[in-house]
């Protein structure tokens, strides 16, 4: 007689090492996150097409007394690629509500095809700002192609002279690799590894003055490498701030991600770190 001896049935994911399983679940939630956070932002994006109207401060006379300005300078949000302002919601109404900064949004065109000229557009922006508020100096938030063209601003076109802090989230600082098709855009070859733009970004820049912070994810599919997100120059003033559990939409959402932005922009030195960072955020 033979006798048969039947195995239990093991799902494959029961199969795999531990390690494995455990990143495909937070895989599978992360991609999760993103497609409702996508379904919400199309909701939200006609709302982000028109500049936001900008109100004038009245500035007084030349005798009137001067009252010191707000001790925190301006916070601008600037968005990524082929999106607007609206992606900031969230982000915007956590500054607002914990920080009492005066928040601006600012949408560049998604016609544009050079981060330098977008650069340029942006140091005009601020020099605008700057003089519509009465201070010297301003913060930046950008995710994505925001905070690479940001970048570019305060270290390659004297901009650290009016950026304190910049935030970066998801920011290919040394070029991704992701989706080769999308390279029929200028902009997208820009940000490649190797492009003139990224090269441009490793030169030199000695007494560069801008405080850079980092946010990267090691479940944004649209760093390739992960790493690529995190700003390496031995000249820059810079710490990188790992977030585990969400991907790259979710960066500019994510409420924990707020919270360490938020501390990122009350740093009150150059030498300062965020709390923490060390061990990275844990979102999910």
């Known amino acids: 007689m033979t006798i048969t001896r039947v195995l239990p049935f093991r799902p494959p994911c029961l199969m795999l090492p531990a390690r494995l399983a455990g990143l495909s679940l937070a895989l599978l939630k992360a991609t999760a996150l993103e497609v409702a956070i996508l379904a919400g932002h199309l909701l939200l994006y006609p709302s982000g ?3 936001e109207r900008r109100i004038a401060a009245e500035l007084p006379s030349p005798d009137a007394p001067r009252l010191p300005a ?3 300078p301006p916070v601008i949000l600037l968005h ?9 919601v969230l982000l915007r109404r ?3 509500q914990h920080g009492g900064q005066h928040v601006e949004s600012l949408n560049y065109s998604p016609l544009t095809c050079d981060i330098r000229t977008a650069a340029e557009l942006l140091g005009r922006h601020i020099e605008e ?9 301003v913060d930046i938030v950008g995710h994505s192609l925001g905070g690479l063209i940001a970048r570019y601003y305060a270290q390659r076109l004297g901009g650290d002279e009016r ?7 998801g920011t290919p600082h040394e ?3 992701v989706v080769p098709l999308a390279d029929a855009h200028p902009i997208v070859r820009q940000m490649r590894p190797g492009s003139d733009v990224i090269e441009e970004l490793r030169e030199p820049a000695p007494g560069c003055r801008t405080r850079f912070v980092s946010f990267w994810s090691d479940l944004d599919q649209l760093m390739a490498p992960l790493e690529t997100a995190c700003v390496n120059h031995p000249d820059l003033i810079a710490q990188n701030v790992r977030v585990s559990g969400i991907g790259h939409l979710a960066l500019p959402v994510h ?6 932005i938020r501390q990122a922009l009350d740093l009150p030195a150059p030498g300062s770190s965020v709390a923490g960072a060390e061990n990275g955020l844990t979102v999910a």
């Open 49 to 51: 097409i028109v500049q």
């Open 80 to 88: 990524g690629f082929i999106d607007n302002r609206s992606v900031f």
């Open 70 to 72: 707000e001790r925190r």
């Open 175 to 177: 070029g991704t690799r």
């Open 163 to 169: 950026v304190r802090t910049l935030v970066t989230l």
């Open 94 to 96: 956590s500054l607002a």
């Open 255 to 260: 409420p924990a991600v707020a919270a360490g």
């Open 129 to 137: 700002i700057c003089e519509r508020t009465g201070h010297h100096q």
